[in-house]
C-alpha cells in the first residue's frame, strides 16, 4: 500500500516502517512519527466526521490541539472516546472512527494504571519551542533543579515545522543538541507528551504525561498509561507558544479549510501534502511561507489572497519568483464543494466593500487570520490580559508573581526574538530566586528576522451569500455562527461570558481554541465597541481534555477511601457475616445462618440477647484518653452533666452539645484515676469529638493542664449481652466476682486473662445485664473466642449492628445522628436528667434558655406502635394528623415530625418505631398517621422506652 | 492549591487544613448574664469583610495545631500567621 500524498523524502517520520491502522472499517498505511491526523491526510482524507447539530462534513483543520475538526472514536486497543486525530499518535492496530457527536465509553473496566508523582523544581518551563529551549537551557546552565514538559512526542515546537537553520544546522539538528545538553544535566527533568494542563495558586501546575498511549498494544502493562505530575515551581515560564486564528468567511467549515501554519506542519514534520491545488488567504505575511513551501513541494498554489491593501511587497517578490499569484485587496467570501472544498469564492475588498467575485479551483484552502498567543495558563493563574491593536490578540497585560510568559505565548513571532525571549525571561526568574546564571550561556545564532509588513486585523468577511453569516462559522464543534452571536447581541447580551453561554461557543471539546478571540473581536464589531472593553472569557483548567482516570489515579476503591476494619475481621467473614459500611469501618451487620434473610437472623439474635447471652464486636466505638490534672474541669465543661464527681472505677453516661446547645455526641466515661479519664463516643463521632476536645484546649483554655488522644485502636471492645452474661464472664475471669453487690452496674474492673490485661466494664446498651470486655487488639481472636466457648452452653449468639440498633430502640436509646440532626437538645430526648443544674456553665447551657428552647411544640423523642401490628415504618417518613372529623386537614397538610429509627421487635412480637413528633410527650396515648406507600397507617404513639421501663433488667 | 505556612510545621498544601472561621469571638466569660441576642451574636454572628481578615486555622491532616491567620479574603492571599501564644496580630 502506499500512501498518494505522502512526499517522496523529508519529515520525521520512519519510512523504514509501514504500520497499519484502521479508519471508519478502512485499513490504511502510516509510519511511526506519523498522528492518525497526518496519516490520514497521506492518504487523501481531510472529512474525519460530520458535525454534531447541523451534520456537515468536517475535516483536519489544524495540526494540533487546537483543531476543530478532527474528533475521532478510538475503538481499539481500549475504547476512548472524543479524542482528536490530530494529536493522536498513529500505532499499529489502531482502530478509530470519526465522531459526529457523542462518543462511546468503554463497557468493561479499563485495566490500565494511571498514577501521579510530585516533583519540586526552581523553574518549570512549559513548552519546548524555541522560547523554551532557550529557556530550559538558561536555568539548566546555572545549575538550578528544571522541569521541561512539553505535550508533543519530541521537543522542537514551531522548529519541526518550518525550513529555519540554528547555528548554521538545520532546526531540528539544533534541537537535538538543546535536549542532548538538557539530559547532562542532573538536575533537568524534561517531559514529552506531558500537557500542562492547568496553573494554580503559589506556582503549582498539574501536567498530563501519556506515557504509554503512542505504544499501542505493544505498552507494557507495568508501566503507568497516564501520569499526572503535580509540579510546585518556585518560578513558571510559560512558552506554550501561539494558536493560529482563523478568518470567518461563509462556508468556511468544509473538509479542506485549513489553517496556513498547519499544512507546514504537515509538509515538514510528516511529510505530507494537504492538497495537489491550493488557495491562500492571508492578513498577515505568516502564511506566505506555507504558500512558497507547499509550491516548492509539488502543490500548485493558485493565489494567494491578501486581504491588505497594499498586501506585503516583500512577500510578494517571493511569490512572483515562484510563480504564485498574488492577490491584494482581495478576501474569500465563500467556498464550494460538500465533502472537499472544491472552489474558492475570491473578490476584491475595499474599504471593508466586498466587489464581485470569482472561483478558483482547489482542494485546499489555506487561512491565517494571525496569531494568538496561547495564555491559558497564564489567565488561569489570574493573569490578566490586554487586547493589542496591531496582532489582534489578547496578551499577558500584567506580571504575576512566579509568572513569567515569553517567545509566541507573549506576541514575539518571529524566531530569533523568540530565543532571546525565553532566555531573557529565564534569566530575570533565575535573578529573582538569586540564582546565578551559567557561565556558557549563549543563544544560537539565528535568521535575521525580517521586517514583515503589517498584518490586517480581520474576524469576518462580510457575508455577500444572503444568509447574514448563517453559514459562517466561528465555534466549528458547537455549529455556533456569526448569526447566533448577532441573534445573542439582538437579544441584548454585551457581556462576552453571556454570549458565550448563549450561544455556546468555546464550551466544546477545543474550549474555544480557535473560536474565542474571534468571538471578542466579532461581538466587538457588532456592538461598535473596543475589543478590549469585550474582553474574553475566564480561562479554566484543564487545557485539554483530561481522563477522569489519570485524575484520579491509584486513589481509587479502598485506596480513595480506606477501609478501617476490627482485629476480627477475618473471623467475621469466616462466619459468613454479612457487612455495613459505618464510616470508613466495616462492621458485621448480622450473621445469617442458612437459610435465614436479615428479618430472621436479627429477631434470632435479638431474642438471644434478651433471653440467653448475646456478643458483639464494638470495637469501632470511639475511644478518647483524657489525662492530666485539670482533665475532669476540661471534661465538666464539655458535658452536660457533671463528670468531676464520678468515682474512680465509676463510669457515667453523658451527654455533649455545641454552643448552640444541640446534641452532638453521646458515650460514657470510665474514670480511670483522678486525673485520667476514657471517653467513649460514637464511631462515627470518634474524630470528630477528639477535634472538638482539641479546640477548646487549644483555642480558649489553653491554661488547663490536660492531654486529649484517640486509643480507638488500642482497644477492642466486646459487649457480653443478656441475662446469662454473668455466667460467660464469671467463667472467663474466675478471679473477677460478678456479683451485682461486688461488680455493680455503671463500673469498671481491671483483670488479666492468662497474664494479658484485660478491663471489664458494666455497660449496657440494651437494657440486658451486660459486661463489655477491653483487651488489647493483639488478644482480640483468643480472647473472643474465650468468650465464645464459655457461652456455648448459653447458646450465645454473635450479633451484629442491626441486632445492636434495635436492643438499643427497644430500650428508647437514640443514635446520636440518626435519631438527632443538629436541632436535637437533650431535653428534646427526654434527657433533662442528663442536663447538670449545679455546673455554672458548660458549653452549651446558655443555649437552653432561648425562648425557642421552651416552645412545648418542639421535636421530642417518642415511641410509635403501628396499630396493625404489621406495618414497619419507613424510616424517614412524615407524621401527619387527622382533624377532630377524622379527615385529613386541606393540603399543605402540616407535618407533625418524621420517623427516625424503626424496626421488628422480636421481644413485642410486632414492629416499633422512634421517631421526632411536635409536642410529642403531651401526644403520647394519641393515635397519629404515617403515609406508607400511599395508605395512611395509624400509629399509637408511646413514651420512647418499650422494653422494660421500669430497668429491671440490667442487673440480671 | 495554595501554600499555607502552618506556624509550626512551614508551608504545606491548603488540603492538610481546615477552616475555623473569624479568629478573636471568644467564648464568654460568663454566658449567663449575657442577653439573649448578646449571646445569639457570640453563636451566630461572624463578621464576612471583604479584605484583610483575622481567621482561625487548623493544620488537621498535621500537626492538629490551630493557629491565626491574616488573610485577604478578595485575594485568598495569607499575609501572616501567627502562634495562639504570640501577641494578638493587627489586622
Redesign the interface.
Known sequence: MSSPFRTASGGRIDRTTTIEFTFDGQTLPGHPGDTLASALLANGRHQVATSTKLGRPRGIAAAWAEDPGGLVQVEEPFPEPMLLATTLELHEGLVARGLPGQGRLADVPDSARYDAVHHHVDVLVVGAGPAGLAAALSAARSGARVALVDEQSEAGGSLLSGTDQLDGVAAPAWVAAAVAELSRHPEVLHLQRTTAFGSYDDGFVLALERRTDHLGAEAPKNVSRQRVWRIRARSIVIATGAHERPVVFTDNDRPGVMLAGAARTFLHRYGVLPGREAVVFTTNDSAYDAALDLSRAGVRVQAVVDARPAGSPQRREECERAGIRVLSGAVVTGTHGVERVTHALVAPFVDGEVGAGSAIACDLLLVSGGWNPAVHLFSQARGRLRYDETLGAFLPGEQVEGLSVAGSAAGVLDLAGCLADGRRVARAALSHLAIEPGADDRLPTAPEPAVPAAPLVLWRVPDTSGAHGGSQFVDLQRDATVADIARAVGAGLRSIEHIKRYTTIGTAHDQGKTSGVLTSGITAELLGIPVQDTGTTTFRPPYTPVAFAALAGRDRGSLFDPERTTALHEWHVAAGAVFEDVGQWKRPRYYPEPGEDMETAVLRECAAARTGVGILDGSTLGKIDVQGPDAAVLLDRLYTNLISSLKVGSVRYGVMCGVDGMVIDDGTVLRLAEDRFLVLTTTGGAARILDWMEEWVQTEWPELRVHCTSVTEQWVTFPVVGPRSRDVIGAVFPQVDVSTEAFPFMTWRDTTLDGVPVRLARISFSGELAFEVYVNPWYAVPVWQRLLEAGRPYGITPYGTETMHVLRAEKGYPIIGQDTDGTVTPHDLGMAWAVSKKKPDFVGKRSFARPANQDPLRKQLVGLLPVDRQTVLPEGSQIVEFRADGQLPPPPVPMLGHVTSSYRSAELARPFALALVKGGRERIGDTVHVPVHGILVPVEVTGPVLVDPEGARRDG | ???IACPWCGPREEVEFSY?GQAGV???A???V?S?EQ??H???FRDNPKGRFAE?W?H?AGC???FTAIRDTAT?RFERVSR??DPKPVT
Open positions: 492549591m495554595q501554600l475555623g471568644p467564648y464568654p460568663d454566658p449567663a449575657l439573649d449571646w445569639a457570640y453563636v451566630f482561625r487548623n488537621s492538629r495545631r490551630w485568598y495562639l501564644d
